[in-house]
C-alpha cells in the first residue's frame, strides 16, 4: 500500500509541476511575446527544482521508537509505558505498538500530563482488535498534546466503559514506535 501510496503521490505531484509550468508558459509568452527558449529552460529549471523539493519533503518520514518505563498491572490487565520525556502527537501520526499478554482487544490510551491515569482520558477510538503478532496500527484523527504515558487495556471491561468480552485476557507493552 505504500508503494501505491507514494506512486499516487508522485502523479499528483507531477501533475501539479505540469500545471504550474503550464500557467508560467503562458503568462510569459502574454507578457512577451518574443520571449526566448532560454528563459523558458530556466523556468522549466526552476520548476523542476520546485517538484524534487515537494517531492523530497512529502517522502521524509520521521520514525521514533518511544522510550520510557514499562510496567504492567495484574489486577487491571493493562500495561504502560511511562515516556521519558513529554511528547506532543498530532493528526496524522501513526502509532504502532506490540501487545503481548493474551488480549485479543484492547484500548488504548494516550495520558496527557495532569490528568488522572485512574480514568478513561484519552482513550483513541474505542476498541482495537490485537492481530495474531500481538502488533496494533492506529493513525491518530486528532492531537494528543504532552503525552507522559502509553498504555493498553484489556480484560472484560476496562473502566466499566469499553466492553472487551468475556474471558478477553490481560495486555501490556512490549514496544511503541511513533511514525510522522
Known sequence: MKTKKSYVSRILIFGLFILVFCITSCDTKRKDNNSTSENSSEQIKKNIETFESVEQKQNEI???????????????????????????????DSLIVVVGGTAERIVLRLLSAGKDSNSPSGVVGRIHQVNNNGVIHVKLSRDYPNIIQVSVHGGENPWGVYPLGAGNGAAFIQNATLIR
Open 62 to 92: 520521521t520514525v521514533i521508537e518511544l522510550q520510557g518505563a514499562i510496567g504492567l498491572s495484574k489486577q487491571w490487565n493493562s500495561g504502560w509505558l511511562d515516556l521519558n520525556k513529554p511528547l506532543d502527537f498530532y493528526s496524522g
